[in-house]
């Protein structure tokens, strides 16, 4: 009796772990994806431990600790970084919803910030996120690089105060008033409306970014993982990214923006962009 105790407690125990997932998400998704691991929970019992933050810094984190069950990043940049380093298994990966890059002032926008062009003058707070760790970071470099003259990127980067960590830390520089515009994702606008609004740059943006999920090479548990890898990309996960704003069709992106630009791709960030 008391051996058959142990072995129902030790199946118990495997059991329980077995079906204990660890994700790692860009923080711009948290939203939408701790409502979906309540859900997924309560349909299946399995336990989903969150680590949320800039898409590169994660994905470190991942490599040094080798622990890890899903890696979900706001770009295809970073998805394409762990596929290149073994993180990710490469067959598997899903696209979940897509973002818009935008830019982003406070509510009553005491600096007049209409367009672009503006971000040139003089006594302007720009924040952008770390474009080596932060998915809106890499298309903000790619935006600056691509779409303004010399002259003109050289006094957007003089107006540079900080390179945050994450998009969550960019949007609230622009929240608390410590910067007067944040190139940021579109979607923050919606987010906080009493608070933020978004500036039209329809006409610089060179590419939008998805979000996109993978099973983790460190996975203990891949029969898991690939179980909420498909939860992550079904019709109960759509409609919640969408109660947030964040779109899952890509014709619904492209009438947003008035245009149709590639979807993922990738920029190659210049050695020297921050000291530049």
Known sequence: MRITSIVFLMFFAVSSYAKTLLIYVGVTSKPPVQKLIAIYHKRTGSEINAVYGGSGTLLSQMILTKKGDIYMPASPDFMKLAERESVVFKGNIKKIAYLVPSLIVPRDNPKNIHSYKDLAKPGIKIVIANPETVPIGVYTAEIIDKSLNKTERLKIRENIINYAGSAAKTAAAVILH???????????????????????INKFIRRISYISAGISSFTKNRKEALRFLNFLSSETSKKMFERYHIMTNLHEVYKSINKKVIAGGSYKLPENWLTE
């Open 178 to 200: 410590q910067a007067d515009a944040a190139f940021e994702w579109k979607v923050y606008s919606y987010w906080r409306p009493e608070l933020i609004k978004a500036i039209n």
